[in-house]
């Protein structure tokens, strides 16, 4: 029973979130070189986190085992609340904030090796307790959220959808216990048997946050952190204690980190038999005491006592004897009501239960969610002030402690206003009446209280009447009659005086009766309980001084540094080995990491150039993408570059130095970079649907498409880039379109290297659209007899508008497409006809075509063809074009001529010199015409 008892005070930290649903543990890894580094390898890859949890349990792992075989926990059993940003899929992860569920069943299973003792974790007879108020106070949970490589947020408590934690009052939400007695191994010794026999921490509702800001900054200015959230401050850390990496990256973190935490109140709890006990021995004591001042009093009272200086008042008239009684029952029970409490409110004792508090808030001027970081819930100073406080309850003056136990007892026993207490005392007058010859003529028995006597009480021979108003009035028995009642009056006044005096003090005794008794008190009953309790209760406070409030630690890792800030963090000796070797117990944690990188404008400005630059007409998407090392960093398809940003031209501003886009906005967007990583921006120009025939064949291995130039410029001028690291210069921005073309000129991309100095990354860019051209060969072939002169060719590219003569047979550089208009160019060619005017025929020889033609004023013209006929897109060469006019002379045969000098000219005789000789001559005819 007892072990149930006390063990359920340190289950109190756990079992509160735990049935709030929000304690989850989260994954586990060995302890390495310090307690704090169980992530180093966990977040070997991640670039931001966000850890929240009610217990961090990683701390604890090596001590914990689960089920009947008492088997250590796996780090797939201790999967907590938290959020990683490693893999690059945008510029952020596109996932929702992780919040905290939470399997009761299995931490139920837990048990905590803590050397010579185990303790299950939760449960009955567990380490931990929690109860869960009935106050509606917001959404109890565990929050963890890593959006982007730059931002991270975790939180615990009563925190918002966003992260944010609400303020709670004291008591509101998840509150603790912490069991001081189980962590002692004190359960089962004399000291939780008769001293102390339950000691635990009570906690109010905890809860802790931290956020790394996604800090859209050149400079670094204040963090301007969220109400209740402070900036971090790496100074106040002790570098032995709560830093653990390469100083000089551990210190870039000053300033960037906003934490907070809270605990809405703290009170030690000490439920003590031995001061319990205090209220019985107490009573007993004081019973016992009390008689002997009753007895004392009556002594004093005697005839041959104080009594004898009324001789002049009484003698020779009356005769008096006195008897006081005190009310011990009415004394005694006023112990029990109302506990001690301290003048400063620190410590109350409350001696009908035995239960000692301490409010260790009052220890800490700004209360305790205002700590600064690693601060002892409680100093030895402190500790001593605890001890000294309940000290100065039990027995200081009640001037020194106007609310300690004396001060209580001289209240009780001196009563308020001369009633109650001391004043309650009753005292009986026997008065005999003297008469001559016989001892009392009249005897007449008196009963005041000593209040009454004092206050101005009146008589009354109701015996009833007084008791109702002891203070108000006295009794008297029989009537002593008119003469007797000033001396009565004057006897009741004096004995009332004296008796006031023997118990609080005169000048000859200034402690009376009364200073003695409270001596007597502290000698036979607070001095031994104190000297038993004291020495417990330094034991019991010890681990006290091992909690820190508002626990801070920073760690290095792989790609950062993780800082965590925990409520309050318990430290316990591991029983079982040495002193140094401390186990930590965190409530109420949360971490962050993230990066803390360079805000750049990338700044695009895009123009296009060339015969064809009207032939895209949409807008440009560039890609974005930057590494560190080898692990990408920053990957963003950037907003589509729209047709109304583009520019015509580029200007270079000699006085400036730079380039300035004409007749266009530019575009800028800007990202969040680490110095040195390198970033590649790709062009994706999207000309699927583009008339790429008309493009000049480009590059080392020609292709029809567009290419892109990257410019900048430098202390000697422009720049071209070509791809990721040719680079050439040039004075005249024109010579661009002559420049030779390669492959990688093509490649639509350039990579920079993010400078240390500098807040903006220009990228100059220009897009070349260079219309294709063609040679056109015109020929011309006679069948029949050759003319004399030349033929005559002329060509049109604008509809016959224009003629212009063909030149040695040439049409030279004909663009494919028109650059305003983007329709194909058609070209229409014609022949001078000569005489005798030939039958003239048109043909593309390849791929062979014949074309219809028209003859009117003089010429033949062909139908018009387009320059670009015969190609496509996948066209890698321009071969010229060939035009073929056949020209058909008639031809006229003078057989007579042909005809041997035989002086046969008849048809007799060609018949007979036969017919194929004759067809022969006169193709040889034909052929020596047109020679």
């Known amino acids: 029973m007892f072990r149930a008892k006390i063990t359920r005070c340190i289950a109190t930290v756990l079992s509160v979130f735990l049935i709030a649903g ?49 088997r250590a926990l796996t780090v797939a059993e ?83 959808d966003s992260g944010g934690l609400e303020v709670t009052q004291p008591g509101e939400g998840a509150n603790a216990e912490i069991n001081i007695l189980s962590l002692l191994d004190l359960q089962s010794t004399i000291i939780a048997d008769t001293v102390i026999d339950e000691a635990h921490l009570s906690l109010g509702a905890l809860s802790a946050g931290a956020i790394k800001p996604d800090q859209n900054l050149n400079e670094l200015p204040a963090l301007n952190c969220a109400a209740n959230y402070t900036e971090f401050d790496y100074n106040k850390l002790d570098p032995s204690e709560d830093l653990f990496g390469t100083p000089s990256v551990l210190e870039q973190e000053d300033g960037r980190i906003c934490s907070s935490y ?30 002997g001042v009753e007895n004392t009093l009556n002594l004093l009272l005697g005839s041959d006592g104080v009594l004898e200086v009324l001789g002049p008042v009484l003698d020779p008239i009356l005769s008096v004897t006195a008897e006081a009684s005190i009310d011990e029952d009415t004394i005694v029970n006023s112990l029990l009501i109302d506990p001690l409490t301290s003048s400063d409110e620190l410590v109350t004792i409350d001696l009908g239960t035995g239960l000692i508090k301490v409010d260790l808030e009052k220890l800490h001027t700004d209360g305790l969610s205002n700590l600064e970081p690693n601060t002892s819930l409680l100093t030895a100073a402190q500790l001593a002030k605890i001890t000294d406080t309940v000290t100065n309850l039990l027995t200081a003056s009640a001037v020194e402690e106007p609310n300690g136990l004396n001060a209580k007892l001289d209240k009780i026993l001196r009563g308020e206003n001369k009633q109650g207490g001391l004043y309650a005392t009753e005292l009986t007058l026997d008065v005999c009446v003297l008469g001559v010859l016989v001892d009392c003529l009249l005897e007449v028995e008196l009963i005041a209280t000593l209040g009454g006597l004092l206050t101005g009480a009146t008589g009354t021979t109701d015996i ?55 001596g007597d008190l502290q000698t036979a009953v607070i001095s031994p309980l104190l000297s038993t309790l004291n020495p417990a209760l330094v034991l019991v406070l010890d681990p006290i001084a091992n909690i820190i409030i508002n626990r801070q630690t920073l760690v290095e890792v792989e790609h950062g540094t993780v800082f965590t800030v925990s409520a309050l963090e318990v430290n316990i000796l591991d029983l079982g080995t040495s002193a140094s070797d401390v186990i930590h117990l965190p409530l109420a944690t949360a971490s962050v990491m993230a990066q803390h990188w ?44 729209t047709s109304n940003k583009v520019g015509e031209r580029f200007e270079y501003s000699s006085a ?64 071209v880039s070509a791809g990721e690291s040719l680079w050439e210069t040039i004075t005249d921005l024109d010579s661009l379109s002559s420049y030779s073309v390669e492959d990688a000129w093509k490649q639509h991309s350039i990579t920079i290297t993010v400078p240390e100095q500098g807040d903006k990354i220009p990228f100059n860019i220009v897009h070349s659209y260079d219309i294709d051209t063609r040679n056109i060969e015109v020929v011309a072939t006679t069948d029949g007899v050759a003319p004399t002169d030349p033929y005559v060719f002329e060509y049109s590219i604008d509809s016959g508008a224009t003629w212009t003569p063909v030149v040695d047979n040439l049409i030279s550089n004909v663009p494919f497409i028109d650059g305003t208009s983007l329709e194909p160019i058609q070209v229409l060619v014609r022949e001078q006809l000569p005489t005798p005017v030939p039958d003239v025929s048109w043909m593309i020889a390849d791929p062979e075509t014949q074309l219809d033609s028209t003859v009117e004023n003089g010429y033949s013209t062909a139908k018009q063809f387009a320059a670009g006929y015969g190609l496509d897109a ?22 007579e001529a042909m005809l041997p000098k035989t002086g046969q000219t008849t048809l007799v005789w060609v018949i007979g010199l036969g017919l194929l000789t004759a067809l022969g001559a006169v193709i040889m005819y034909v052929r020596s015409r047109k020679q």
């Not at 007084?466 to 009056?489: M, W």
């Not at 006031?500 to 003695?516: R, T």
């Not at 990583?677 to 008309?694: I, V, Y």
Request: with cysteine.
């Open 464 to 518: 009833d009447e007084y008791r109702n108003d002891p203070y108000g009035k006295y009794y008297r028995s029989g009537a002593l009659g008119l003469i007797l009642g000033p001396v009565v009056a004057t006897l009741l006044s004096t004995v009332g005086g004296i008796v006031e005096g023997l118990l609080f003090g005169n000048d000859d005794n200034p402690s009376g009766l009364l200073g003695g008794l409270l």
């Open 874 to 895: 996948d066209s890698s060469t321009t071969p010229n074009l060939q035009l073929v006019a056949a020209n058909g002379v008639p031809v006229e045969i003078n057989f």
């Open 78 to 160: 201790l999967n907590g609340v938290n959020q990683l940003w490693e893999a690059l899929e945008d510029d952020t992860n596109n996932e929702e904030p992780n919040t905290s569920s939470i399997n009761l069943g299995l931490l139920e299973l837990i048990n905590v090796n803590l050397g010579q003792i185990s303790l299950p974790l939760l449960g009955d007879g567990g380490l931990l307790q929690f109860v869960l108020n009935d106050a509606q106070v917001g959404v109890l949970r565990e929050f963890a959220h890593a959006p982007s490589v730059n931002h991270a947020i975790g939180a615990v408590g009563v925190v918002s």
């Open 598 to 641: 360079k805000p750049f404008e990338i700044q695009l400005n895009v123009a296009k150039q060339g015969d064809g630059r009207n032939l895209h007409s949409g807008g440009f998407t560039y890609d974005l993408q930057c590494v560190d090392g080898t692990t990408p960093v920053f990957e963003s398809e950037l907003v589509e570059y």
């Open 656 to 719: 400036q130095n730079q380039l300035q886009l004409v007749g266009a906005t530019g575009l800028t967007s800007t990202a969040l970079l680490p110095a040195g990583s390198e970033c590649q921006l790709m062009a994706n120009p999207s000309l699927a649907t583009e008339k790429f025939s008309a493009l000049q064949p480009t590059g080392t291995t020609p292709t029809r498409t567009p290419y892109t130039y990257f410019l900048d410029t430098s202390d000697q001028g422009l720049q």
């Open 22 to 70: 929000i304690v989850t543990p989260t994954v586990s890894q060995a302890q390495t070189s310090s307690p704090y580094d169980p992530l180093s390898t966990y977040l070997d890859d991640a670039y931001s986190y966000g850890y929240g949890g009610l217990l961090d349990l990683r701390l604890l792992n090596q001590h914990l085992r689960i089920g009947p075989d008492n």
């Open 262 to 291: 809270q605990i809405a109140d703290a009170e030690l709890v000490i439920s003590a038999p031995l001061v319990g006990g205090l209220v019985t021995e107490l009573g007993s004591t004081l019973r016992t005491l009390l008689g």
